[in-house]
């Protein structure tokens, strides 16, 4: 039996437990689609191959697509606003790099100077994730294609655990994300 501990959208922290590693995806998505989160997003960001960027299922990382009123492409994550930017690729002596998509926001004085990237001049930025090079990795794609997930492929609720490991009840809606 696998463990994973997500902190809710309201930073509750949880354990569930996982009958497989087969599975353990499957339960990403079912509470990543209410915002729940397991893990910190690493240094340099969540790494991807390019190929999984048009529909990578970002309920994986507990984050979901959003386009604002100007019609930008962004994803929320955490209560913060992340934009795509596409990058050139870099073919010079100094630096040979393909070409990417990344998603980022500018950096907040709260944020820990680990996740923080310099930009040119005093800019600072923290990028959620990259899609660059690489092979393309289906478990990373919406299941079934550019739509949601199907309420009848959800996978089965596994239990809940709170921290100090007693059985507890969690309710999870699954109609619609509460965000």
């Not at 529909?55 to 697509?65: E, H, T, V």
């Not at 913060?80 to 690729?89: F, K």
């Amino acid at each position: 039996m696998l463990h994973i501990e997500f902190i809710t959208d309201l930073g509750a922290k949880v354990s569930v437990d996982v009958e497989s590693a087969d599975k353990l995806l499957d339960v990403q998505r079912q509470y990543g689609r209410l915002g729940w989160t397991s893990g910190e997003i690493p240094v340099g960001g969540y790494q991807f191959p390019l190929e999984n960027e048009p529909d990578f299922d970002w309920s994986l990382i507990g984050a979901r697509k959003w386009t604002n009123p100007e019609g930008e492409e962004m994803v929320l994550h955490r209560g913060h606003a992340y934009r795509r930017r596409e990058l050139e690729a870099v073919d010079s002596r100094k630096m040979k790099l393909p070409a990417a998509v990344k998603y980022s926001r500018g950096a907040k004085n709260t944020d820990p100077d680990h996740v923080r990237e310099k930009a040119d001049g005093e800019f600072e930025y923290v990028t959620l994730a990259i899609f660059r090079g690489g092979k393309r990795q289906e478990r990373y794609a919406i299941p079934g294609g550019n739509r949601a997930p199907a309420q009848a492929s959800a996978p089965a609720r596994p239990a809940a655990r709170p921290q100090n490991g007693r059985p507890a009840a969690v309710a999870v809606q699954e109609e619609e994300t509460p965000f």
